[in-house]
């Protein structure tokens, strides 16, 4: 039989998780939209002052966009983390046990 108090516990601290992931997610999609914004803002406005420089603008913002995509994957990579191995539950049990011994 299982500990309400035990049970209780590990619900909050999986609640608590997921809001966690779901901010992780909601900044991870408004960083990748304000910078595809300013990437792509900065390139049209380059082109526009020196329409000569297109080529090594566009490769440059390509350069840029690539490595500022990375970063939703790896908020990605840690929402799942805490989402499949979450790892507040194992130190919640301690303390709990811990409390009740």
């Known amino acids: 039989m299982v500990d309400p108090q035990l049970a209780s ?24 939209a304000l910078g595809w914004g300013l990437i792509c803002s900065k390139y049209i406005e380059g082109i526009a002052r020196q329409p000569e420089m297109l080529p090594t603008l566009r490769i440059q913002m390509f350069i ?9 994957f790896i908020a990605a990579a840690f929402a799942m983390y805490f989402t499949f191995v979450n790892p507040f539950e194992g130190a919640a049990v301690a303390a709990i046990t811990h409390v009740a011994h």
Do not use: C, D, K
């Open 64 to 72: 840029t966009a690539g490595l500022m995509e990375s970063f939703p």
């Open 9 to 32: 516990v590990i619900g909050m601290v999986f609640s608590y998780t997921a809001v966690a992931v779901g901010i992780i997610f909601a900044g991870a999609a408004l960083g990748s």
